[in-house]
C-alpha cells in the first residue's frame, strides 16, 4: 500500500515570496491533515480536512496561509508571502476518519526562508 | 486546555538495556493517547496507542506503553534495546471535546553499542 506523498521535500526561497505544497494521502482515507513542525518541537495542526471541508483550521494563519483540498483527494497547502518565521517542515498525514483514528505521515516539506 | 509533556529532551541507554521514554498529560475527559518515533529526514511513524481497554499496548518494533489515569501517564517502554531505535520519539493526546492531537516537544533517544 502506498504511503502519503508529499512534493517538493526540500524548498528554499526569499522572504515575501510565495510557495506551494502538494500532498496525497493514502488511497480511501477520508481525512487529511496538514502539520507545521518547527526545529525543536512537535507538529503544530494547521487545518484538518474531511473529505473537502474543513474540520478545523483554528491555528491557520488565514492572511498568509490557505489550502484546498479540491475532489477530496489531493490537497495544496499556499503560503504567501512567506515569513522568516515560516522556516519549518510541512507535514501531510492522513487517516482512515478522524477522530482516534491513526494518523499516517508523509516524508514532509522542508521551507528554509531566507 | 489539553497539553502534552516529555520532561527529558534525551533519554541516553546502552544497547540492551532497557529503556523508558515518559509522557504526562492533561485533557478533559478521557484520554486518547499516541507514540510516534521521527527518523532523521523521514515522517512520522506510528508505534502505538492506548483508546480504551487494557492499560499495556503493544505496539510497533517491540514497544509497550502504559496508561496510568491516576499518574495521567502513557511512558514508552523497551525491554531491550537496540542501536537502531535511536529516533526522535513523541507522544500526543486528545480528549473527547476536541478534534486535535496535541504534540509533546519530542525526547531525542541515544542507544549506545
Known amino acids: 500500500e502506498a504511503g502519503v506523498a508529499q512534493s517538493p521535500r526540500y524548498k528554499i526561497i526569499e522572504k515575501r515570496q510565495s510557495v506551494a505544497f502538494w500532498c496525497n494521502p493514502i488511497?480511501?482515507?477520508?481525512?487529511l491533515y496538514w502539520y507545521q513542525q518547527i526545529l525543536g518541537q512537535g507538529p503544530k495542526l494547521l487545518i484538518q480536512f474531511q473529505n473537502n471541508g474543513v474540520v478545523d483550521d483554528s491555528q491557520l494563519p488565514k492572511d498568509r496561509f490557505s489550502a484546498e483540498r479540491l475532489k477530496g483527494v489531493d490537497s495544496t497547502l499556499k503560503i504567501q508571502p512567506a515569513k522568516l518565521e515560516d522556516s519549518a517542515v510541512y507535514l501531510c498525514?492522513?487517516?482512515?476518519?478522524?477522530?482516534?483514528?491513526?494518523?499516517?505521515f508523509g516524508p514532509g516539506t522542508r521551507l528554509t526562508v531566507l | 486546555a489539553q497539553s502534552v509533556a516529555q520532561p527529558e529532551d534525551q533519554v541516553n541507554v546502552a544497547e540492551g538495556n532497557p529503556l523508558t521514554v515518559k509522557c504526562t498529560y492533561s485533557v478533559s475527559g478521557n484520554p486518547y493517547l499516541f507514540w510516534y518515533v521521527q527518523y532523521p529526514n523521514r515522517g512520522l511513524q506510528f508505534l502505538l496507542k492506548?483508546?480504551?481497554?487494557d492499560n499495556l499496548v503493544k505496539g510497533s518494533y517491540g514497544f509497550e506503553a502504559e496508561f496510568n489515569k491516576s499518574q495521567t501517564s502513557f511512558h514508552l517502554k523497551k525491554p531491550s534495546a537496540l542501536v537502531s531505535d535511536s529516533a526522535l520519539y513523541f507522544c500526543?493526546?486528545?480528549?473527547?471535546?476536541?478534534?486535535?492531537?496535541?504534540w509533546g516537544a519530542g525526547t531525542k533517544l541515544i542507544i549506545k553499542p
Open positions: 498525514a492522513s487517516s482512515l476518519g478522524g477522530g482516534v483514528d491513526t494518523q499516517y
Open positions: 500526543a493526546v486528545r480528549g473527547d471535546s476536541n478534534y486535535q492531537l496535541i
Open positions: 492506548y483508546i480504551t481497554g
Open positions: 488511497s480511501g482515507h477520508a481525512t
